[in-house]
């Protein structure tokens, strides 16, 4: 099992940027791939982007691709997403989680051991 801890969130403006970060602890996710989702208040909890264990293969929401980039430094057991451009509509808790199942990097159900989450808030 692995625990994971967001943090980077806030109150931007819109056109504003934030950079989160997931700390891993635990275990190594060196050799695992790693996510990004959000949920907004009364919406489904929606894929944001995933890297896969290289940093090699990134996967992005159609949503967010060219606002956002996520990146991984295996040696800090850490994943970042970059936010850039950032829109009211991304106003969300965002959470980080491990890939422990095989498949889809876009399938909610092949990641596990979630964190609990940073709000994020765009201001238009």
């Known amino acids: 099992q692995v625990q994971l801890v967001e943090s980077g969130g806030g109150l931007v403006q819109a056109g504003g940027s934030l950079r989160l970060s997931c700390a891993a602890s635990g275990r190594t996710i060196s050799n695992s791939g790693m996510g990004w989702f959000r949920q907004a208040p009364g919406k489904e909890r929606e894929f944001v982007a995933a890297i896969n264990w290289t940093g090699t293969g990134t996967y992005y929401a159609d949503s967010v691709n060219g606002r956002f980039t996520i990146s991984r430094d295996n040696a800090k057991n850490t994943v970042y997403l970059q936010m850039n451009s950032l829109k009211p509509e991304d106003t969300a808790v965002y959470h980080c989680?491990?890939?422990?199942?095989?498949?889809?990097?876009?399938?909610?159900?092949?990641?596990?051991?979630w964190g609990q989450g940073t709000q994020v808030t765009v201001s238009s």
């Open positions: 989680a491990w890939k422990r199942l095989s498949g889809s990097y876009y399938a909610r159900t092949t990641y596990g051991d």
